[in-house]
Antibody, heavy 118, light 110 residues
């Protein structure tokens, strides 16, 4: 069974950094594209970043480009999102999801909350 | 920048039929955008309903269906149930690894 478990969220000051993790089970990351999606409090869902399965190519929303880095550790079967220069508007629940070949998000983690505040 | 558009809210009576739409601020939605639909209830992670325009995800009841209507993607719920009271989001594949969410539709069943 495919399962995704995010961790690493917490309170961080503006301008600070944080790294989120998403541990995957039931499949291997090296042949599955993965995505981070976020949801600000009371707002809609927003695509953040994708990493390709076999290619490992990375893609980012304009709102995070240059500040966030998506990566993966195949040996740990874990996806990461390194976030820097964090702003108050980055406050959100961050979900990881696997991206299937027909460009849809198949399974979702339960999310991890990131709060950017002084 | 092209924006994915959805109705902010909709209401339907139990047993009724409702169609939610997913459009583009510029241009038409086609199957090449691989429209997908997600349901989210408060405090929960999204649930995948429909992908590739009209393919139901595993375990999704057949009262949910997807299509292209005119220049938009559409999610139709036939025989709405109170459990369908949720937020619904569409996603379009915009090319070059980019996915775009619509703003979401708050569906009230009462």
């Amino acid at each position: 069974e495919v399962q995704l478990l995010e961790s690493g969220g917490g309170l961080v000051q503006p301008g600070g950094s944080l790294t989120l993790s998403c541990a995957a089970s039931g499949f291997t990351l090296n042949n599955q594209a993965m995505t981070w999606v976020r949801q600000a409090p009371g707002k809609g869902l927003e695509w953040v970043s994708t990493i390709g399965g076999t290619s490992g190519n990375t893609y980012y929303a304009d709102s995070v480009k240059g500040r966030f880095t998506i990566s993966r550790d195949i040996s740990k079967n874990t996806l990461y999102l390194q976030m820097s220069s964090l702003r108050a508007e980055d406050t959100a629940i961050f979900y990881c999801a696997n991206l299937r070949g027909a460009f849809y998000f198949d399974r979702w983690g339960q999310g991890t909350l990131v709060t950017v505040s002084s | 920048q092209t924006v994915v558009t959805q109705e902010p809210s909709f209401s339907v009576s139990p047993g009724g039929t409702v169609t939610l739409s997913c459009g583009l601020s510029s241009g038409s939605v086609s199957t090449s955008h691989y429209p997908s639909w997600y349901q989210q209830t408060p405090g929960q992670a999204p649930r995948t309903l429909i992908y590739s325009t009209n393919t139901r995800s595993s375990g999704v009841p057949d009262r949910f269906s997807g299509s292209i209507l005119g220049n938009k993607a559409a999610l139709t719920i036939t025989g709405a149930q109170t459990d369908d009271d949720s937020d619904y989001y569409c996603v379009l594949h915009m090319g070059s690894g980019i996915s775009a969410f619509g703003g979401g539709t708050r569906l009230t069943v009462l």
